[in-house]
């Protein structure tokens, strides 16, 4: 199971994690999904600013939420903290931790590394169980 993400932000540290019912309801909650709201948060940049990203304060707030129960909070405290984030923190910084909880539900789990790891201490074999032929076919 993947470990929550410590984040220090605005409002504290607190542990943020998006699991399999969180992504979900996240999907569900944005137009197009999860993988399209991380990428529309990202959109902030072209536009100069993170605040500028084309997301919904709505959304913003919700990932926050589902991150922090993720985490580990209860969801009525979650909701509360969230919305104090609204009013407490820019919305850069809000734009930030999305883009971040986001990334890390859908980046590769530490115990999966890319590729095959190599074989300790043997020998590349032929295909063939049979012994290699000298013999030309008549």
Do not use: Y
């Not at 410590?6 to 137009?31: K, S, Y």
């Not at 529309?40 to 939420?65: F, N, W, Y």
């Not at 890319?114 to 012994?131: M, Y």
């Amino acid at each position: 199971m993947a470990e929550p993400k410590v984040i220090n932000w605005g409002c504290g540290e607190h542990p943020f994690l998006l699991r399999i019912g969180e992504c979900e309801a996240l999907d569900d909650l944005t137009p197009a999904g999860m993988a399209d709201f991380r990428w529309r948060l990202s959109q902030g940049i072209e536009r100069g600013a993170l605040a500028h990203a084309p997301v919904k304060t709505r959304e913003v707030i919700d990932c926050i939420r589902l991150g922090l129960i993720g985490g580990g909070m209860d969801g009525a405290e979650a909701r509360k903290l969230a919305l104090r984030a609204h009013d407490e923190c820019s919305r850069d910084q809000l734009v930030m931790i999305c883009f971040t909880i986001c990334t890390a539900a859908i980046s590769g789990k530490d115990h999966d590394p890319v590729g095959k790891p190599k074989a300790a201490g043997t020998k590349r074999r032929s295909a063939s169980a049979l012994p290699p032929s000298t013999e030309m076919a008549p």
